[in-house]
């Protein structure tokens, strides 16, 4: 060793193998071990990238273990009893896939459902129909004359449902209906990335996101829509995917073909996701009126946002692809119609579902249906004015306030023309004015009319949730909305584990 120093010091001699040199004016040499950084440095760097991972991802990561173990808790403890919302008809629709595929509009609901129906009934109701275990073989004394109403959907959620909740089935040991139910909680956390994903776009802070989410998942619609089996699980995910892609258009940081594609596959999913194509077309079509206004007034103004000189081919894109976006979605709907017409057996084909007149008070009384309803949508009881979920009235109210504060409070803070505005004008227009023109074109369309349930405005929910976090810019409004969602969790859960089987 001390050989080793005298000629390092004298620069008499190089280290020799195995030995490294310091970089200091006097160089030493040190024994060198091969594996010596690698033991030192390794855990140094995993757990800088696992904090920098966490740091980065700790809302959405919150978001989807609250989601899926919330929504499988309250879906472990519902009883056999069917959700009202058409559960009973969407168990007949996965009876039949695998032999069917579609089902034939009029006819009657299988053994299996009609079993589920006269056995365990529909939560709150009980049972219906026949005698549990009797003979089945007059469908008429069940529900709608035992007669499905799902004969309308096309396959695609109900295939996804029997697959995936069939695997659940297989490898849990759950039986198979609450196989099927628990694909709602995939649908709830996949749902909650893309709602992530869309508030990160446009800044939305870390805690008001957090917020956002728990609010969702504590809201009632949650607690309908994806414990039970339901046609609406897709909705919110398909409206929030549709405002990710037509931002990042819009920014010129994705293609644009996301848009047409993604609403294609929500329309075919629910006819109702319509309006979350709406919205989206709403939102290119005020951005390319705002880019050919500046072209107009300036042809060398930023474009809304992009820096550059607006060419006439970007500024008429935009309207291009939302219109081209809403023709290609009712093309894919109208094709379904078709095909589903053509399946009607002809003594079916003077079949009406009735319904109601829709006049003037109650087109306009639906303005107000959506905005404070859907967060919040219950199922009333027939012949009461309580609801199936007994949550108090008050403890809901908070959730309808968010809605309504957050999309009129985004739209009142516009100031100017930013790259912000086309989209808060677009959510404003779709909250007041989707419900209505949803009832008329179903009114124009079937000569009849029902009171929409707030539901409906499932794919457009995303954007009223968006609003409200880029109104929300004081950090204790963020943790109040926390907190608030907190307490309302706990209470949604112990109501579920109080409610009679």
């Keep these: ?61 919150a978001l989807v273990v609250v989601a899926v173990g919330y929504s499988s808790a309250v879906t472990l403890q519902h009883s056999d009893a069917m959700s009202p919302i058409d559960e009973w008809v969407y168990t007949d629709y996965l009876d039949k896939l695998p032999v069917q595929g579609v089902l034939i509009p009029g006819e009657e609901v299988g053994p299996e459902a009609l079993n589920r129906m006269a056995c365990d009934g529909v939560f709150p109701y009980g049972p219906m129909g026949a005698a549990c275990g009797s003979s089945y073989s007059d469908p008429t004394v069940f529900p709608f004359g035992g007669i499905t109403s799902a004969d309308p959907y096309t ?39 893309l709602f992530w994903l869309l508030l990160r776009q446009w800044r ?11 609010a969702f998942i504590a809201s009632p619609f949650v607690w309908w829509t994806y414990t039970y089996v339901s046609t609406d699980a897709p909705s919110f995910l398909a409206g929030a995917a549709l405002l990710f892609v037509t931002a990042r258009f819009i920014r010129g940081t994705g293609s644009v073909w996301w848009i047409p594609a993604i609403a294609v596959v929500a329309t075919i999913f629910k006819i109702t996701n319509l309006l979350g194509v ?15 206004w500046k072209r107009r007034t300036d042809p060398v103004s930023p474009d809304a946002g992009v820096s550059g000189r607006v060419t006439t081919r970007s500024s008429w894109l935009p309207i291009v692809v939302a219109v081209g976006t809403g023709i290609v979605a009712l093309l894919a709907q109208f094709s379904w119609l078709r095909v589903h017409a053509a399946l009607r057996p002809e003594e079916a084909a003077g079949a009406s579902g009735g319904g109601m007149h829709l006049g003037g008070q109650e087109l ?19 012949g009461s004015t309580g609801f199936a979920l007994p949550m108090p009235g008050f403890a809901l109210t908070p959730l309808s306030w968010l809605t309504i504060a957050g ?34 074109a179903l009114y124009v369309t079937t000569g009849s009319y029902f009171t929409l349930p707030p539901r409906y405005g499932a794919s457009i929910l995303a954007g009223f949730l968006l609003a ?34």
């Excluded at 709406?278 to 050919?292: E, R, S």
């Design 1 to 61: 060793m001390t050989r080793m120093l005298t000629v390092a010091v004298y620069g008499l001699g190089e280290c020799g193998t195995g030995q490294t040199c310091s970089r200091l004016p006097v160089r030493f040499c040190r024994e060198r071990s091969p594996m010596s950084n690698a033991l030192t440095e390794q855990p140094s760097t995993a757990q800088h990238r696992v904090r920098s991972w966490l740091k980065r991802f700790w809302v959405p990561l």
């Design 155 to 193: 396959p695609l959620y109900f295939g996804i449902t029997r697959f995936v909740g069939d695997a659940i089935h297989f490898v849990t040991g759950v039986d198979q209906l609450t196989g099927w139910r628990l694909t709602g909680s995939l649908w709830l956390a996949g749902s909650m990335v």
């Design 204 to 214: 939305v802070s870390p805690a008001a996101s957090l917020g956002l989410g728990l």
């Design 278 to 292: 709406g919205l989206a077309a709403l939102y290119l079509l005020i951005h390319g009126l705002i880019v050919l």
């Design 364 to 382: 306009l009384s639906q303005m107000a249906n959506f905005l404070p309803g859907t967060l919040t949508s219950n199922v009333n009881i027939a």
């Design 407 to 440: 999309v009129i409070g985004a739209f009142w803070a516009l100031r100017g023309v930013t790259n912000r505005s086309p989209l808060v004008i677009a959510i404003a227009i779709s909250a007041v004015c989707f419900a209505p023109a949803l009832a008329l």
């Design 468 to 501: 409200a976090g880029l109104a929300m810019r004081n950090r204790w409004a963020a943790w109040i909305l926390i907190g608030y969602s907190v307490v309302l969790l706990g209470a949604m859960g112990v109501l579920t584990a109080l409610l009679p089987d």
